[in-house]
């Protein structure tokens, strides 16, 4: 049986690579797409991956994985510091979920040290670039492999 996956991304996230001596490396964002599609297919993982500049969409696609998906990967992005309501719609979410962030937020300035996002999360991974995706989806099986 295929597990589905959402991997949502947040404000900016397509906009990866751009800058290829910037926080989040030279890799493009459909590139960093294109190997987290082969990594979940090698897991046996149905992968919806999905980037949105506006909080809205991406409460909208949390509130869709209540319904569609077995588990969440989320790099919130900027939104990881501010939004409540994409904590809320997490909380009602079931099922694992992953917080994933491209730079290690820790090092980063001091609003970053604090996540909205981390208060639903299942786990967090952050601070090994696209690496972190790849190892998101791995935990993610091993998660619903342990609720199974």
Known sequence: ?????????GPNANLYGLDKNGTYGSESFASIEA?????AAELGLRLEFRQSNHEGVLVDWIQEARRDADAIIINAAGLTYSS????DALLAFDGPIIEAHMSNIWKRENFRHHSYVSKAAT???AGLGALGY?????AVVELLETQA
């Open 84 to 87: 409540v309501p994409i904590l």
């Open 35 to 39: 190997r987290c599609q082969r990594h």
């Open 134 to 138: 790849r190892l998101a989806l791995t």
């Open 1 to 9: 049986m295929s597990r589905t996956v959402f991997f949502l991304n």
């Open 123 to 125: 786990g967090v991974i």
